[in-house]
């Protein structure tokens, strides 16, 4: 991958619940451009399809380097760009057994 490919990528994405979301919104990374936004608050009615539609358009987006999204809303991407990171929400503690990234880590070793 050459450096011009990458240079643009200069936002992180998330889709994750309400507090995640804020959290991060606070901490900064939020980023409203007309209607197209690098956030996405998943609660118990968002329909699964505005997820998917929203982690595809994220992924396809070329300003965007990082994806955060919480843990029990993934299940297989393997790009390198953007880069997929897993985060617990508070309804969905951490599970290792279930981070895609130490699975990678584990199938090297």
């Known amino acids: 991958?050459?450096?011009?490919?990458?240079?643009?990528?200069?936002?992180?994405?998330?889709?994750?619940?309400?507090?995640?979301?804020?959290?991060?919104?606070?901490?900064?990374?939020?980023?409203?451009?007309?209607?197209?936004?690098?956030?996405?608050?998943?609660?118990?009615?968002?329909p699964l399809s505005k997820i998917e539609e929203t982690f595809i358009d994220f992924t396809k987006r070329k300003d965007i380097a990082i994806i955060l999204i919480n843990q029990h809303a993934m299940d297989e991407y393997d790009q390198a760009f953007p880069t997929i990171l897993e985060i617990p929400s508070k309804d969905h503690p951490y599970d290792p057994e279930k981070d895609s990234v130490l699975k990678r880590v584990q199938r090297l070793f």
């Open 1 to 46: 991958m050459t450096t011009q490919s990458y240079k643009d990528r200069n936002f992180i994405a998330v889709i994750g619940d309400e507090d995640s979301v804020t959290g991060l919104l606070l901490a900064g990374i939020g980023h409203v451009d007309g209607t197209q936004k690098n956030f996405l608050v998943v609660d118990s009615k968002t």
